[in-house]
């Protein structure tokens, strides 16, 4: 698979405080990464770095194999902290990032992604006027109406209560079938993960590096009972140091992390 996302080896201090502590990792073309990584550790920092909106100290991220050394119009993030317009409404939220003169095809397109994540009838509500679930949703359209190459999630779901979380989870997965993207997620929520993504990198504490690397071969619609991927959640919670009794029982957790380390 060619890299389109490859992070070679970022390291980053703020003044004495080391964050990322040599982080490697390529992200092929429509592949969806999901990095999950104890409150703290780097997760943010990191994604602001392979956004372009940080410098690392050393070692570089490329797109395409150009280095990236501010945002690329490529790629759109959707941040922890919302970033939608109050004083715009739904559609011209939308249309804002859009380029071109033609004012109706801009308004048909966001008229058309405001469809997509189920805002239809809302397109002229002013924000203050929407739920905390459907302002996520618009920001999410306001990502994806520009059809960027590559989506930055940074916990983009966390805000929301755990049955818009769920929902949104099947809006995001619906998307990316109707439209190939290729997505860098970053959450604490290991079964969000779990769900989503088609591989899964695990960050040790601050200074934060890949303690390990899970690959999700499920097809979708997945279901998180199955003793697989339970059992993928175990593995994945034994390397965060939550599971106790299974740390335990096998070993220091980077002796397990070796086996468990895939080659991509
Ligand atoms: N601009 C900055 N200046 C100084 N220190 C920073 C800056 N940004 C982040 N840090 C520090 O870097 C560390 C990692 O922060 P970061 O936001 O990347 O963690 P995170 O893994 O995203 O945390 P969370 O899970 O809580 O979102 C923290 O100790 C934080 O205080
Ligand atoms: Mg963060």
Redesign the pocket.
Known sequence: MDAKVAVNNIRKK?KE?P?VDGVDFQIGDGEFVAIV?P????????MKIVAGFEQPDAGDVRIDGERVTRPSPKGIVIS?HGSVFPWLTVQQNLMFGLTGDNHGDKAALADHYAAMVGLKGFENAYPHQLSGGMLKRVEIARALVVKPEILYMD?PFSALDALMNLKMRNELLRVLTEERHTVLLIT?DVEEAIYLADRILVLSP?PTRIQASFRVEQPHPRKLSSPVLQQLKEDILVQLGVNNDESSRQGPIDQRAEGLVDAG
């Open positions: 703020f405080l964050v990584g409150s703290g550790c780097g997760k943010s920092t990191l922890q916990e604490h601050r």
